[in-house]
């Protein structure tokens, strides 16, 4: 009896072909795995935007998150350009107006959700308004998605990654 070459066997060539096909299929579900992670990530992907509505005797900084899922904040600076402060009365005492009226919220750490908006200062004081102006106040907040991917937002659309959230020294942290 003559011995046949292996590729012409055909219990062979069935053999391979599981084989491919079996290599095919590992390729592919890991390929759909990072695929369904990738998805996972972007649909709950945060972004917070820090604006300001400046409009005749009304001035608010409001915080926005205009993602898709919850940003969770790690901390937030709130200064001028020679200073940070730790709540908004110290930012208003220094400007000069200790006893200026305003509203607030608290936006140094917590959740925002996907399309919250949180009115973070709020004032009608006209001269309130215009020593504001005049000091250019800014703003940084450092959050993270529930994957523990950060970013730094420091007003208006400007955001960059960071490998975390690094609390900056405490007489820099924003506390309320």
Same mark, same amino acid.
């Given at each position: 009896?003559?011995?046949?070459?292996?590729?012409?066997?055909? +219990?062979?060539?069935?053999?391979?072909?599981?084989?491919?096909?079996?290599?095919?299929?590992?390729?592919?579900?890991?390929?759909?795995?990072?695929?369904?992670r990738?998805?996972?990530?972007?649909?709950?992907?945060?972004?917070?935007?820090?604006?300001?509505?400046?409009?005749?005797?009304?001035l608010?900084?409001?915080?926005?998150?205009?993602?898709?899922?919850?940003?969770?904040?790690?901390?937030?600076?709130?200064?001028?350009?020679?200073?940070?402060?730790?709540?908004?009365?110290?930012?208003?005492?220094?400007?000069?107006?200790?006893?200026?009226?305003?509203?607030?919220?608290?936006?140094?750490?917590?959740?925002v959700?996907?399309?919250q908006?949180?009115?973070?200062?709020?004032?009608?004081?006209?001269?309130?308004?215009?020593?504001?102006?005049?000091?250019?106040?800014?703003?940084?907040?450092?959050?993270?998605?529930?994957?523990?991917?950060?970013?730094?937002?420091?007003?208006?659309?400007?955001?960059?990654?960071? +490998?975390?959230?690094t609390?900056?020294?405490?007489?820099?942290?924003?506390?309320?």
């Open positions: 009896m003559e011995k046949q070459v292996w590729y012409r066997n055909p +219990e062979m060539l069935v053999a391979l072909s599981a084989i491919v096909t079996s290599v095919v299929a590992v390729v592919v579900s890991i390929y759909s795995a990072y695929v369904d990738s998805y996972a990530r972007a649909s709950v992907w945060p972004s917070i935007m820090i604006a300001q509505s400046h409009l005749g005797s009304h608010k900084y409001v915080v926005i998150n205009q993602g898709t899922g919850p940003a969770l904040i790690k901390y937030a600076r709130i200064g001028t350009s020679s200073n940070y402060y730790p709540t908004w009365r110290a930012l208003i005492t220094d400007a000069g107006f200790a006893n200026a009226s305003y509203t607030q919220a608290h936006i140094s750490s917590g959740v959700r996907a399309s908006e949180i009115v973070a200062f709020e004032t009608r004081n006209e001269d309130l308004i215009t020593a504001l102006d005049n000091v250019l106040v800014n703003a940084e907040i450092c959050y993270c998605s529930i994957y523990e991917e950060c970013w730094i937002s420091t007003g208006g659309m400007v955001t960059r990654s960071v +490998e975390a959230c609390l900056p020294p405490a007489t820099e942290r924003f506390k309320q």
